[in-house]
Protein backbone atom coordinates (compact mmCIF):
# COMPACT_ATOMS: atom_id res chain seq x y z
CA UNK A 1 0.00 0.00 0.00
CA UNK A 2 1.17 3.30 -1.16
CA UNK A 3 1.32 6.24 1.29
CA UNK A 4 -1.33 8.02 -0.83
CA UNK A 5 -3.50 4.76 -0.62
CA UNK A 6 -2.92 4.79 3.36
CA UNK A 7 -3.89 8.30 3.64
CA UNK A 8 -6.76 8.02 2.03
CA UNK A 9 -8.11 4.82 3.73
CA UNK A 10 -7.43 6.74 7.49
CA UNK A 11 -9.26 10.12 5.94
CA UNK A 12 -12.44 7.81 4.98
CA UNK A 13 -11.86 5.88 8.25
CA UNK A 14 -11.72 9.72 9.89
CA UNK A 15 -14.49 11.06 7.74
CA UNK A 16 -17.03 8.81 9.99
CA UNK A 17 -15.50 8.67 13.10
CA UNK A 18 -12.70 11.06 14.40
CA UNK A 19 -9.23 10.49 14.12
CA UNK A 20 -6.74 8.83 16.34
CA UNK A 21 -3.93 12.03 17.11
CA UNK A 22 -1.11 9.30 16.35
CA UNK A 23 -2.68 8.60 12.89
CA UNK A 24 -3.26 12.01 11.89
CA UNK A 25 0.62 13.03 12.55
CA UNK A 26 1.61 9.76 10.51
CA UNK A 27 -0.26 10.74 7.97
CA UNK A 28 0.68 14.79 8.29
CA UNK A 29 4.55 13.06 8.25
CA UNK A 30 3.56 11.28 5.13
CA UNK A 31 2.18 13.91 3.28
CA UNK A 32 5.57 15.30 1.97
CA UNK A 33 6.48 12.21 -0.08
CA UNK A 34 3.50 12.43 -2.48
CA UNK A 35 3.43 14.14 -5.31
CA UNK A 36 1.46 17.21 -6.97
CA UNK A 37 -1.22 15.31 -8.72
CA UNK A 38 -1.80 13.23 -5.22
CA UNK A 39 -1.84 16.28 -2.89
CA UNK A 40 -4.45 17.66 -5.15
CA UNK A 41 -6.48 14.28 -5.17
CA UNK A 42 -6.38 14.38 -1.33
CA UNK A 43 -7.23 18.32 -1.43
CA UNK A 44 -10.47 17.24 -3.54
CA UNK A 45 -11.50 14.23 -2.44
CA UNK A 46 -15.21 14.02 -0.21
CA UNK A 47 -12.78 12.00 2.50
CA UNK A 48 -11.81 15.44 3.36
CA UNK A 49 -14.47 17.41 2.90
CA UNK A 50 -15.21 19.08 6.22
CA UNK A 51 -11.74 18.00 7.85
CA UNK A 52 -10.37 21.00 8.45
CA UNK A 53 -7.13 19.99 10.32
CA UNK A 54 -5.79 17.98 7.52
CA UNK A 55 -7.49 19.59 4.27
CA UNK A 56 -4.96 22.89 5.85
CA UNK A 57 -2.15 20.33 5.74
CA UNK A 58 -2.36 19.43 2.86
CA UNK A 59 -2.69 22.80 1.40
CA UNK A 60 0.36 23.80 3.08
CA UNK A 61 2.23 20.87 1.60
CA UNK A 62 0.58 22.04 -1.91
CA UNK A 63 1.51 26.15 -1.76
CA UNK A 64 4.58 25.42 0.19
CA UNK A 65 6.46 27.18 -2.17
CA UNK A 66 4.23 29.96 -2.57
CA UNK A 67 3.54 30.30 1.03
CA UNK A 68 6.78 30.95 2.08
CA UNK A 69 7.45 33.62 -0.57
CA UNK A 70 4.37 35.37 0.23
CA UNK A 71 5.52 35.64 3.93
CA UNK A 72 9.02 36.27 2.53
CA UNK A 73 7.95 39.09 0.20
CA UNK A 74 5.38 40.95 3.22
CA UNK A 75 8.67 41.19 5.30
CA UNK A 76 10.46 42.82 2.36
CA UNK A 77 7.57 45.23 1.85
CA UNK A 78 8.30 49.04 3.34
CA UNK A 79 5.09 49.61 6.26
CA UNK A 80 3.91 52.50 4.22
CA UNK A 81 3.65 49.51 1.33
CA UNK A 82 2.34 47.09 3.53
CA UNK A 83 -0.31 49.54 5.10
CA UNK A 84 -1.24 50.72 1.78
CA UNK A 85 -2.14 46.42 1.15
CA UNK A 86 -3.34 46.34 4.50
CA UNK A 87 -6.00 48.73 3.73
CA UNK A 88 -7.00 46.60 0.26
CA UNK A 89 -9.22 44.63 2.13
CA UNK A 90 -9.54 42.33 -1.15
CA UNK A 91 -5.64 41.77 -1.22
CA UNK A 92 -5.63 38.23 0.40
CA UNK A 93 -3.04 38.96 2.77
CA UNK A 94 -4.47 41.15 5.29
CA UNK A 95 -4.03 38.92 8.20
CA UNK A 96 -0.55 37.93 7.53
CA UNK A 97 0.13 42.05 6.81
CA UNK A 98 -1.83 42.71 10.14
CA UNK A 99 0.64 40.39 12.23
CA UNK A 100 3.82 42.09 10.11
CA UNK A 101 2.73 45.88 11.20
CA UNK A 102 2.18 44.61 14.99
CA UNK A 103 5.59 43.10 14.58
CA UNK A 104 6.71 46.40 13.49
CA UNK A 105 4.59 48.23 15.67
CA UNK A 106 6.22 46.67 18.87
CA UNK A 107 9.80 47.35 17.48
CA UNK A 108 9.30 50.89 16.66
CA UNK A 109 9.28 53.83 18.25
CA UNK A 110 9.62 56.12 15.17
CA UNK A 111 7.57 57.25 12.56
CA UNK A 112 6.25 53.61 11.13
CA UNK A 113 4.47 53.27 14.58
CA UNK A 114 2.73 56.47 14.31
CA UNK A 115 1.61 55.02 10.64
CA UNK A 116 0.46 51.87 11.98
CA UNK A 117 -1.97 53.43 14.59
CA UNK A 118 -3.50 55.61 11.81
CA UNK A 119 -4.06 52.34 9.68
CA UNK A 120 -5.14 50.79 12.69
CA UNK A 121 -7.87 53.28 14.05
CA UNK A 122 -9.33 53.49 10.67
CA UNK A 123 -9.75 49.69 10.25
CA UNK A 124 -11.85 47.38 12.47
CA UNK A 125 -12.95 46.84 15.98
CA UNK A 126 -10.20 44.65 16.88
CA UNK A 127 -7.55 46.35 15.29
CA UNK A 128 -8.97 49.75 17.07
CA UNK A 129 -8.74 47.59 20.15
CA UNK A 130 -5.65 46.20 19.83
CA UNK A 131 -3.81 49.31 18.99
CA UNK A 132 -5.65 51.13 21.66
CA UNK A 133 -4.31 48.38 24.33
CA UNK A 134 -0.79 48.61 22.95
CA UNK A 135 -1.15 52.89 23.50
CA UNK A 136 -2.37 52.24 27.07
CA UNK A 137 0.37 49.60 27.62
CA UNK A 138 3.01 51.93 26.81
CA UNK A 139 1.37 54.82 29.09
CA UNK A 140 1.23 53.02 32.19
CA UNK A 141 4.15 50.33 31.65
CA UNK A 142 1.92 47.43 31.54
Do not use: P
Not at 128 to 140: F, G, L, P, T
Amino acid sequence: MTDYEYILQQAKKAHYSNWNDEELRKCVDMLIGLTHDQLFSLYTSKWLKGDKLMKEEVFKCLFADKIGKREERIKNLSTDELIEEFRDKKSGNVSLIRNELKSRYKENMGDDRVKITIAFKESSEGDQAWVEHQERKDMYGE
